[in-house]
């Protein structure tokens, strides 16, 4: 089971750290995501996180704003947003599936890309607005 929290209302150009914690799951054997679906439109891989927190991915529009990692101690995967766009409301989500035989960066890009999971949280709302 995956458990989202730390969504809320920020104004343009704050900040929000999402968390996804996993119980009866150790997240430190799956590749996690943050995925995120606004009214109308589809669903969409944000950032994902493999074995370490050196094997991430990140969509074009969060570059250099997000930033995704893993404490296995805490069995907790981060979302760390920055400079938050109206265009960023959502409800955000996570989702974990198995590392995989040979984790790697190019299966922690297409678990985002292709919106791969096993297991999936019930998510976080995130709205800007001013």
């Known amino acids: 089971q995956l458990t989202e929290s730390g969504g809320g209302l920020v104004p343009p150009g704050g900040s929000l750290l999402l968390s996804c914690t996993g119980s009866g799951l150790s997240l430190a054997n799956y590749t996690v995501g943050w995925f995120r679906q606004a009214p109308g439109k589809e669903r969409e891989g944000v950032s994902c996180i493999g074995s370490d927190n050196d094997m991430t991915y990140y969509i074009n529009s969060a570059k250099g704003r997000f930033t995704i990692s893993k404490d296995s101690d805490k069995n907790t995967v981060y979302l760390r947003m920055a400079d938050l766009k109206p265009g960023d409301t959502a409800l955000y989500f996570c989702?974990?599936?198995?590392?995989?035989?040979?984790?790697?960066?190019?299966?922690?890009?297409?678990?985002?890309?292709?919106?791969?999971?096993?297991?999936w949280g019930r998510g976080t709302q995130v709205t800007v607005s001013s």
């Open positions: 989702g974990a599936r198995p590392l995989g035989p040979f984790p790697s960066t190019s299966y922690v890009r297409f678990t985002c890309t292709e919106l791969l999971g096993d297991y």
